[in-house]
């Protein structure tokens, strides 16, 4: 009888876990002094830093060190014409020009797993510049995320036609801050994640999302969600481990 039960206990510890699994991504990392205030999330919360900003290569290794998962964040041309910055890509940009700012970029982040596209709701609909951006990811290992800032992205099919590991964004969590807002997207964040056992979110280090997300992260694992490194949905068989057509903000 004791053997039963030993095995019994064995048993479940090395079953696989069915908890809904969320990758939660904070990016526009790299500006204000107040980003730094994303080092007091939990480890498990990727960040995505934009390049050659001030604070960037600061902030990716502090975050490396505590164990975040780091992402670049890539700059790309919007429709509403919004300045890029240092490093942001263009329709107007060679081919050359492109594969060059995409790995100066890469160059200037420490410890990149994935990268993500900043804005783009322009650059993301065009076929050869995205074509470039995932053949130099592919290049350096790099994962993807599609931010899906427009219906009309192009990105993630060029990834998924290169063998760029894929992820898409599924969710925005504060394109509003108020509280009830913010409330209101961790809840869709919960049932979406439990309808669909995985979900790619995104948010903002906003002091009001840092706010909410301290205050409300421990409610994930009461509604047995568990929080994961975003390289942790990517199919198994694109190298790291699992991964709905989301609303879609443009910028």
């Given at each position: 009888?004791?053997?039963?039960?030993?095995?019994?206990?064995?048993?479940?510890?090395?079953?696989?876990?069915?908890?809904?699994?969320?990758?939660?991504?904070?990016?526009?990392?790299?500006?204000?002094?107040?980003?730094?205030?994303?080092?007091?999330?939990?480890?498990?919360?990727?960040?995505?830093?934009?390049?050659?900003?001030?604070?960037?290569?600061?902030?990716a290794k502090a975050a490396h060190a505590k164990g975040h998962e780091i992402m670049l964040h890539l700059p790309m041309q919007a429709l509403n014409g919004k300045a890029l910055g240092v490093g942001g890509l263009t329709n107007n940009m060679s081919e050359s020009q492109i594969r060059s700012s995409v790995l100066a970029a890469i160059a200037s982040m420490p410890f990149a797993k994935g990268?993500?596209?900043?804005?783009?709701?322009?650059?993301?609909?065009?076929?050869d510049p995205m074509l470039w951006v995932m053949e130099t990811l592919k290049q350096k290992q790099l994962y993807f995320?599609?931010?899906?800032?427009?219906?009309?992205?192009?990105?993630?099919?060029?990834?998924?036609?290169?063998?760029?590991?894929?992820?898409?964004?599924?969710?925005?969590?504060?394109?509003?801050?108020?509280?009830?807002?913010?409330?209101?997207q961790f809840n869709l964040m919960i049932s979406q994640a439990h309808s669909q056992g995985s979900l790619v979110a995104i948010a903002h280090p906003y002091p009001e999302t840092i706010h909410f997300l301290k205050t409300n992260l421990a409610r994930l694992k009461a509604e047995g969600i568990e929080l994961v490194p975003t390289s942790n949905l990517l199919p198994i068989e694109l190298a790291h481990e699992k991964g709905a057509n989301p609303a879609v903000r443009q910028k």
């Open positions: 009888m004791r053997l039963f039960y030993i095995l019994t206990l064995w048993a479940l510890c090395i079953a696989p876990s069915n908890a809904a699994q969320i990758a939660l991504i904070i990016d526009d990392i790299g500006y204000r002094h107040t980003d730094e205030a994303v080092l007091s999330l939990p480890s498990a919360v990727t960040l995505s830093v934009l390049p050659h900003t001030p604070l960037s290569s600061k902030l990268a993500n596209n900043h804005m783009g709701s322009l650059l993301t609909q065009l076929d995320v599609d931010s899906m800032t427009t219906k009309f992205t192009k990105a993630g099919d060029k990834a998924d036609s290169l063998g760029v590991p894929l992820l898409r964004r599924q969710l925005f969590l504060d394109n509003d801050v108020s509280a009830a807002a913010l409330e209101k």
